[in-house]
T-cell receptor, first 113, second 114 residues
Framework: DAKTTQPPSMDCAEGRAANLPCNHS???????VYWYRQIHSQGPQYIIH???NNETNEMASLIITEDRKSSTLILPHATLRDTAVYYC??????????????FGKGTLLTVNP | NAGVTQTPKFQVLKTGQSMTLQCAQD?????MSWYRQDPGMGLRLIHY???????DQGEVPNGYNVSRSTTEDFPLRLLSAAPSQTSVYFC?????????????FGQGTRLTVV
């Protein structure tokens, strides 16, 4: 799986959009970008994933650059409960032994009142 | 649905003791896995299973055993606990294949080995 690079920490004001970047310059054509988050002491929670098109769900939006070498997770209206470590993961989508989520250190997003 | 349930939530062991961390899921997921998380680090994969009777090693398997006799359960065994195994352990499950490969995680077991 391709490696990812994320800033170790970011701050965001409550109610504003939080934009979390991720670099994955070695991503290959069949690899997807996944985002998970981990609120303090809890198990990780799936947020969103995408291949090359921008994606949106009830939690967030995912913007992937045209060359697919980087992406941005957007939380449109951050709340205090969004304070968490956010993990960007690149992996081949599908089953079998290829299904291994490899977590880096992620980005600690702190939403301030 | 309960999702992924881990027991116990907290455990203290003495060096050399053995124990089993339990993980159960009620979503009929084929894939299950165990991770450990140490302070300031991301999650590291210990073992995983793609179905009943099939297990394989992750990146940090030493000191841990697993078995998968049913789809629902994936216990993690520590045969002789060591202080280096002090960590938070997470179990995860998911279906295999497209279209949905979202992983669901349990709430973790915090293990201290003294």
């Amino acid at each position: 799986d391709a490696k990812t690079t994320q800033p170790p920490s970011m701050d965001c004001a409550e109610g504003r959009a939080a934009n979390l970047p991720c670099n994955h310059s070695t991503i290959s054509g069949n690899e997807y970008v996944y985002w998970y988050r981990q609120i303090h002491s809890q198990g990780p929670q799936y947020i969103i994933h995408g291949l090359k098109n921008n994606e949106t769900n009830e939690m967030a939006s995912l913007i992937i650059t045209e060359d697919r070498k980087s992406s941005t997770l957007i939380l449109p209206h951050a709340t205090l409960r969004d304070t968490a470590v956010y993990y960007c993961i690149v992996r081949v989508r599908g089953g079998g032994s290829n299904y291994k989520l490899t977590f880096g250190k992620g980005t600690l997003l702190t939403v301030n009142p | 649905n309960a999702g992924v349930t881990q027991t116990p939530k907290f455990q203290v062991l003495k060096t050399g003791q053995s124990m089993t961390l339990q993980c159960a899921q009620d979503m009929n997921h084929e894939y299950m896995s165990w991770y450990r998380q140490d302070p300031g680090m991301g999650l590291r994969l210990i073992h995983y299973s793609v179905g009943a009777g099939i297990t394989d090693q992750g990146e940090v398997p030493n000191g841990y055993n697993v078995s998968r006799s049913t789809t629902e359960d994936f216990p993690l065994r520590l045969l002789s606990a060591a202080p280096s195994q002090t960590s938070v352990y997470f179990c995860a499950s998911s279906i295999l294949g497209t279209p949905n490969t979202e992983a669901f995680f349990g709430q973790g077991t915090r293990l201290t080995v003294v």
